[in-house]
């Protein structure tokens, strides 16, 4: 099974991650949890070893569903990342925090939620502009020595903010927003993460859908989509005609559309990582199929072309 390792942590996992933001009803509504549960479990059985959740999923749900998801599966042949700055209280309302105190105290929560006694992979979900980095790697260290986690990282920071955090502690990985209609990132953030052997883990490579192919343009939503211009009118059916147009190419390599998305994401040399979004087990069986598939250059540059920029 293919297995790439993340930064410079000693966690090797697969390319293709379990991706579990969907459990965030504000965001995709209610979503059937035994679906979830059935689609959780069939990723490792396809040769998926990395699910990737966070405390603020759901205000804990998505850790919750995880831990029973993966409760029997055996603990040292599976990664798990979660992620920790949302300090949610039970009014609903919440703020960032990347206090010592509260890293320390949301860790046990989510051990507890996840029903695990370690995390592979500890990560700021954003960058908290009110505590000095020197405290958010303290906690992370100390974290580390208790045994409590095995590495750390961030997400969703930007390359100056990656820079400090570097020098503070050893943060091994960075978990940007990159696809193929978003790719800003290539300017900077990846090549500084391939340069400092911080591993790169991206999320939303197929754009929250607009890269399946399986949309017409004249859909409408009811969740978080409804409100996002690129899933409305004239441009939405504009990206789906696009998007649509790399049907050739899928057939030519016996992929689907989304397959293609995902081999040509996954191909970016300073990519190492896709973190899918999962909702059944026929989604993650697509999604694992791609890992160690390649297209040629030229069809590479055929997909980047013909997808073009939001």
């Known amino acids: 099974m293919e297995r790439v390792r993340l930064g410079s942590s000693e966690l090797r996992v697969s390319p293709v991650c379990y991706g579990s933001w969907q459990l965030s009803p504000k965001f995709w509504g209610d979503q059937p949890r035994d679906v979830l549960i059935a689609a959780m479990r ?36 599976i990664i798990v990342a979660t992620k920790v700055y949302a300090h949610f209280f039970p009014d609903g309302h919440r703020h960032g925090d990347l206090s010592k105190e509260f890293i320390l105290q949301e860790c046990d929560a989510s051990l507890a939620r996840l029903q695990m006694d370690y995390i592979d992979l500890y990560q700021c979900h954003s960058f908290d502009h009110s505590t000095p980095m020197e405290e958010t790697a303290d906690a992370m260290q100390t974290l580390l020595k208790a045994g409590k986690i095995r590495a750390y990282g961030v997400s969703n920071f930007t390359v100056e903010q990656i820079r400090l ?12 927003r990159y696809n193929l209609l978003q790719r800003d990132s290539e300017r900077d953030l990846l090549p500084y993460c391939y340069a400092e052997d911080v591993g790169t883990l991206v999320y939303s490579p197929l754009c929250s859908g607009l890269l399946t192919g399986k949309y017409k343009g004249t859909e409408q939503f009811d969740d978080f989509r409804a409100k996002w211009d690129a899933f409305q009118g004239e441009k939405f059916a504009e990206l789906c005609g696009r998007v649509r147009k790399l049907a050739p190419i899928a057939e030519k390599y016996d992929l689907s559309i989304i397959q293609l998305v995902l081999a040509t994401t996954l191909q970016h040399p300073l990519i190492d990582v896709v973190i899918v979004g999962i909702k059944k087990p026929e989604h993650i069986e697509e999604a694992a199929a791609v890992m160690g598939r390649t297209i040629s250059r030229e069809d590479y540059y055929k997909v980047i072309n013909t997808v073009g920029t939001l």
Request: aromatic share 10%; glycine share 10%.
């Open 42 to 77: 069939r990723a490792f059985e396809v040769g998926v070893n990395f699910y990737d959740t966070a405390d603020a999923y759901g205000d804990g749900l998505s850790e919750t569903v995880m831990g029973e998801a993966l409760k029997d599966l055996p603990r040292e042949e």
């Open 165 to 176: 955090a570097k020098k503070c502690g050893n943060f091994s990985t960075l978990q940007p």
